[in-house]
């Protein structure tokens, strides 16, 4: 199936730091969606890009769709400890849905 | 509310026991999906279905057996062909057109005794 590589599989932070985690395809996606889940929790839908290029945010969260559509990265600004939780992003090919093996953020206060 | 409902949220199999999963939906959704999750590990997809009475296997099918007999349900069984069936099992659901994003139940913790 569909080979989705995201990294870091771990990242610390303190709060109000910066985190950036990445996604990479070896070939070229139609979209990408990332999903934050909860410690404890389920996946829940965060955004989808679609388009070469494309930059969304999301208050202190920007994505970002690479040019070539085979890579995406999430950035939280300052972070919060609210912002806890593990990233996925999942590679959208019509039929099915294949995630990266998510960003564990941990946020300290 | 809309929504996707799974049961149990905890569920405990002896060896050689089949048990299933519930996943059931409300929000008209055609496709839906089952999901293993391990920990620190990304989410691999065991079956879907994009339409009533019809499914496809996902990359790690094996050991697992589903049905989709109404739109509205997707019961996943955990045969005693699955050598290894300690997991969280996310079931998802999503609709047509161009947001396809997939809404997630709050899942079944399945370990064996």
């Known amino acids: 199936g569909q080979q989705v590589m995201q990294i870091p599989q771990y990242q610390h932070v303190q709060e109000g730091e910066d985190f950036t985690t990445y996604c990479n395809s070896s070939?070229?996606?139609?979209?990408i969606q990332w999903y934050k889940q909860r410690p404890g929790g389920h996946p829940v839908f965060l955004i989808q890009l679609v388009k070469s290029g494309e930059v969304k945010k999301q208050k202190r969260l920007t994505f970002q769709f690479g040019e070539a559509k085979k890579n995406s990265s999430l950035h939280i600004t300052a972070t919060q400890t609210t912002d806890v939780g593990t990233y996925f992003c999942a590679a959208n090919t019509g039929n099915q849905f294949y995630f990266g093996t998510g960003t564990s953020l941990t946020v300290i206060p | 509310d809309g929504g996707i409902t799974q049961s149990p949220k905890y569920l405990f199999r002896k060896e050689g026991q089949n048990v299933t999963l519930s996943c059931e939906q409300n929000l008209n959704h055609d496709a839906m999906y089952w999901y293993r999750q391990d920990p620190g590990q990304g989410l691999r997809l065991i079956y879907y279905s994009q339409i009533v009475n019809d499914f496809q296997k996902g990359d790690i099918a094996e050991g697992y057996s589903v049905s989709r007999e109404k739109k509205e349900s997707f019961p996943l069984t955990v045969t005693s062909a699955q050598k290894n069936p300690t997991a969280f099992y996310l079931c998802?659901?999503?609709?047509?057109?161009?947001?396809?994003?997939?809404?997630f139940g709050s899942g079944t913790q399945l370990s064996v005794l």
């Open positions: 070939t070229t996606l139609s979209n």
């Open positions: 998802a659901s999503s609709g047509s057109g161009t947001a396809l994003e997939l809404f």
